[in-house]
């Protein structure tokens, strides 16, 4: 069998997908997978042209372009949604309704099969969508960095606190508000704004900030923080917090799914909108280390049922299911 992956542009800024499809790719052969790749180019006419020509038995929309959806065979095709947050959450004006229909509305209704990674994502596709239940399969994300235990170097009495992301969703702000006066730093991973770097320098917090980096930046700085804060108002699933897990740093994050389940409890779970409960939680990790020993021994467990072969078992599975149909 044959399956091309499909990907969205090539984008020194955005890898997260990349990175999960491509492990799983390059996993997937040993379970008798041939496996090829394409990435979308800058000219969408072209990439519609390229796209009718691919041949395989099975054509996999990483994510993203799901309007590539209406160029492909639809009995051939299968996709993976991570999110649909940028729709749900944000104001019904018409450019939205537009979003909607094309990014989700035909291609799920086009596609013979969906794969989601969490429940939450398979609810909000049924929800706002109509999608058939019986249509969608839960294949979780596996923990693809390359991420060991580390055991932290400097336990200062200056903690480092670790930011991944600065969209509005990922709840900076929260982050900043409830550091303010505490004697820790600040590591963010993402473009800041001009009136986040205000807000920063206002409250006198120490910062530094990383954009543009590589997976490699990346795994070096979850070595070098103490915390991984992940306190998101919406998520389709949540690596970071798995990433921050197998590092075996102690992780914050959401009280609400995804993340609660991809957490397997061993994390501080807050709620997101309560700053004095952020503020409890990242003092309780500087101050106590029984419980941070505690999360770190629960987290390590937990990433384990996020190895890669038994997802790509899943996958394999959902092929051979849509060759069948």
Known sequence: ???????????????????????????????????????????????????????????????????????????KTIMTIHDIGRYKNRKKSLKNLLYALLWFLIPTMRVRKITVVSELVKNDLIKYFKVKENKISIIPNPLVQKLSYSERKNKTLVPNVLQIGTGEHK??????????????????????????????????????NYNDITNEEVVKLYELCDIVYF????????????????????VITSNISPMKEVSGEAVLLVNP????????????????????NELVKLGLRNVSKYDILPICQKYVSAYNSLKNM
Do not use: W
Not at 175 to 204: F, M, P, Q, R, S
Not at 234 to 243: A, H, Q, R, T, V
């Open 171 to 208: 709840n900076l702000i929260g982050l900043i508000e409830a550091v303010k006066g505490l004697k820790c730093n600040l590591t963010i991973i993402g473009h800041i704004e001009e009136k986040i770097d205000h807000l920063l320098k206002l409250y006198g917090i120490e910062y530094k």
């Open 1 to 75: 069998m044959k399956v091309c992956y499909i990907y969205r542009q090539k984008s020194r800024n955005a890898h997260s997908i990349e990175n999960v499809f491509q492990t799983i790719s390059d996993n997937i052969e040993a379970l008798g997978i041939e496996s090829v790749s394409y990435y979308r180019n800058d000219s969408l006419l072209k990439t519609f042209r390229e796209v009718r020509k691919l041949k395989a038995d099975i054509y996999h929309i990483t994510g993203d372009v799901y309007y590539l959806a209406m160029f492909l065979p639809p009995k």
């Open 273 to 292: 909108y309560d700053i004095q409960q952020i503020r409890e939680a990242l003092t309780l990790l500087m101050t106590n280390e029984e419980t941070y």
């Open 231 to 250: 306190a998101s108002f919406s998520e389709g699933f949540g690596l970071p917090i798995l990433e921050g897990q197998a590092i075996g740093r102690a």
